[in-house]
């Protein structure tokens, strides 16, 4: 089992930047495969960025490519999302995301084995 907890949304004005958090608990954090997703109001469920259990392998939605830096920090249990260069249509609840598995399939949610609760992130124009 592994409980996934998000922090650093929050409301930002277009061209800011913010650093999402995802603390995992238990000892196995380093075997898994991590992902960011987002969900806006009335839309689909995005797949915004992931990474291999070594964190040697990234991988971004062209959306936010060259925006945002997913990377992680097993020692400390701990995956982060650099978003730079934010705009409004990046406002959104995002979730960080685990796989046991670490799959092929990393940008879709079925690949996921657990999902931390959320943070919002508003960008204002």
């Known amino acids: 089992q592994v409980q996934l907890v998000e922090s650093g949304g929050g409301l930002v004005q277009a061209g800011g930047s913010l650093r999402l958090s995802c603390a995992a608990s238990g000892r196995t954090f380093s075997r898994y495969a991590m992902g960011w997703f987002r969900q806006a109001p009335g839309k689909e469920r995005e797949f915004v960025a992931a990474i291999s259990w070594s964190g040697g392998n990234t991988y971004y939605a062209d959306s936010v490519k060259g925006r945002f830096t997913i990377s992680r920090d097993n020692a400390k249990n701990t995956v982060y999302l650099q978003m730079n260069s934010l705009k409004p249509e990046d406002t959104a609840v995002y979730c960080c995301?685990?796989?046991?598995?670490?799959?092929?399939?990393?940008?879709?949610?079925?690949?996921?084995?657990?999902w931390g609760q959320g943070t919002q992130v508003t960008v204002s124009s």
């Open positions: 995301a685990a796989d046991q598995y670490s799959g092929s399939y990393y940008y879709t949610p079925y690949e996921y084995d657990y």
